[in-house]
């Protein structure tokens, strides 16, 4: 049985994988960069058209189930809290700080996908966390915002 919701999710990703391809070479070449300004837009494209392709082909190539299939259960409750958590840290990302801020949503996403360990919780929040922060601070140079706690 073809999906057919998938079926459109992998036409729709490999005809914007391809426009974005397309539209993107388009941008500003410089001497001092590498990749150019269209180089990341680019690698997003191709890795865009690459899950139509994998859709494409999971549904094609499924094997057809023989007995009724039952619809997956859905945990809709635990997607509320995710989105709610982050709609409050967009708000208190410029008032508290990107790293306090950052520790508090990663627990608490964590929490939500049913990491109770408080030692796990905690060295899981601070890894990410900190790898974060070397990747946007250190190696992307990005200014990140600070509040009143860091």
């Known amino acids: 049985m073809v999906k057919s919701k998938d079926l459109w999710l992998g036409i729709f990703c490999l005809l914007g994988g391809t426009a974005l391809y397309f539209y993107s070479s388009n941008y500003d070449n410089f001497s001092y960069d590498v990749v150019g300004g269209g180089g990341f837009p680019r690698l997003l494209a191709i890795i865009i058209f690459a899950c139509g392709l994998l859709i494409g082909a999971e549904v094609f190539f499924k094997r057809k189930n023989t007995t009724e299939s039952k619809k997956a259960p859905g945990n809709y409750g635990a997607a509320i809290k995710m989105f709610v958590s982050v709609l409050v840290y967009i708000m208190i990302l410029t008032h508290v700080g ?23 919780l905690a060295l899981y929040s601070v890894v990410i966390v900190a790898a974060l922060y070397l990747l946007f601070r250190v190696v992307l140079a990005v200014k990140l915002p600070t509040g009143i706690l860091i």
């Open 98 to 120: 990107y790293v306090v801020s950052t520790l508090a949503l990663t627990a608490v996403l964590l929490y939500i996908q049913n990491v109770k360990d408080i030692k796990k």
